[in-house]
């Protein structure tokens, strides 16, 4: 998804001075880095870093098209999984990131992506990453013992990969109609025998007076984040965060030396639905506040999305995918964080025994009583 290699060149920001190999990024650093002579290269910026700013939403996507760029790469969708993504293109051959698949690698040359806005800079490195992996897994106590060799074995596959993620910021104008409850209390005599004896008592009892009600709300939402990819499930990419947006940076294709990215697969008016269902529950919240009383029903609410505007990103991520009795298991570590997510095969043994442990204990509880 970069021009930093053309087919035969290096982009000349890239090459190393000392050896003429080309640079990588070093994470946790704001260096690039040559594997083969140790030469370490500043990136610099002729241009001073801005506070991060969302962009209109409605102008973006008007002309998104407009923003796209020609490039000479090679986009690769896995025949398995259907993730893209995007190979230097001196690559010849790999695997996929997400399931382990064999790519098919097809250059399509002069084909148009669009530039993120900004990027998140992997802080986390390769090493660091698999200790984050072997920490997280020494807590799956109900994981088959030898987990953590197989993925100890695996380990040389880790892969570093950009993930692509809208954040949407909007304001909100809501008209409503409702029913709003509020408690009053009654005095209410009764009967009952006490010793033998008939007694008159009184209680309090509650009741709800209900009037209809109508009214306007406002909320403001920014950074609502929005995954832009669906080669992770989705509740993996949502436990990925938070993230470290305060390293956050303008977007520079040399942070990407040495990683993969992959393209948007949410595009930007679909994303902003998935950013609208977000906003539903404090709305809901706010509308309820604003009726006040002790109950509140909303019978109806119109939402107008006003001011909205969105944030192209790319975010870092360690990724591996290894084959335990036939079945993939993905995991994933956010290269800002080094919070590790995944999923892992339970061992049969341990649930067994821990069952038997169980009943154990409720025969032996059993027979005490």
């Given amino acids: 998804m970069n021009d930093l290699t053309r087919p035969g060149t290096i982009n000349p920001s890239l090459q190393c001075q000392g050896c003429g190999a080309l640079l990588h990024f070093a994470p946790g650093t704001r260096n690039l880095k040559c594997d083969h002579c140790g030469e370490s290269n500043a990136i610099e910026s002729s241009k001073v870093q801005k506070p991060i700013q969302s962009v209109d939403y409605d102008r973006f996507v008007a002309s998104i098209d407009q923003h796209k760029q020609a490039d000479h790469m090679k986009v690769v969708r896995c025949s398995n999984c259907g993730s893209e993504t995007v190979l230097s293109a001196f690559t010849t051959s790999d695997k996929c990131s997400f399931c382990t698949a064999p790519l098919v690698l097809s250059p399509q040359d002069g084909q148009q992506y669009l530039p993120p806005h900004y990027i998140l800079p992997f802080e986390v490195n390769r090493q660091q990453g698999l200790d984050c992996f072997q920490k997280w897994l020494k807590g799956l106590w109900w994981a088959p013992n030898d987990l953590a060799k197989k993925v ?40 009952e025998t006490v010793n033998g004896k008939t007694e008159t008592r009184t209680r309090q009892v509650r009741h709800t007076r209900w009037s209809s009600v109508s009214g306007r709300v406002n909320c403001s939402f920014y950074d609502l984040l929005v995954p832009a990819s669906k080669s992770l499930p989705q509740q993996s990419l949502d436990k990925l965060a938070p993230w470290k947006f305060e390293l956050m940076v303008d977007f520079d294709e040399r942070y990407m030396s040495g990683f993969r990215s992959e393209t948007y697969q949410i595009d930007p008016k679909e994303g902003l639905l998935l950013a609208i269902e977000q906003t539903e529950a404090e709305i809901r919240s706010e509308v309820s506040r604003d009726i006040g009383g002790d109950e509140q029903v909303i019978d109806d609410a119109d939402t107008e999305y006003l001011d909205k505007a969105l944030k192209y990103l790319m975010l870092p991520v360690w990724t591996s995918a290894y084959n335990y009795n036939n079945k993939i298991y993905q995991f994933t570590v956010n290269a800002s964080t080094g919070e590790v997510i995944g999923q892992r095969p339970l061992s049969a043994v341990k649930i067994v025994l821990c069952v038997l442990l169980v009943l154990a204990l409720l025969a032996a509880a059993f027979f005490l009583v």
């Fill in 152 to 191: 100890s074995s695996s380990s040389s596959s880790l892969q570093g990969i950009y993930l692509p993620h809208w954040t949407y910021d909007t304001n909100t104008v809501t008209d409503y109609t409702g029913q709003r409850g509020d408690y009053y209390y009654t005095t209410e005599s009764y009967s």
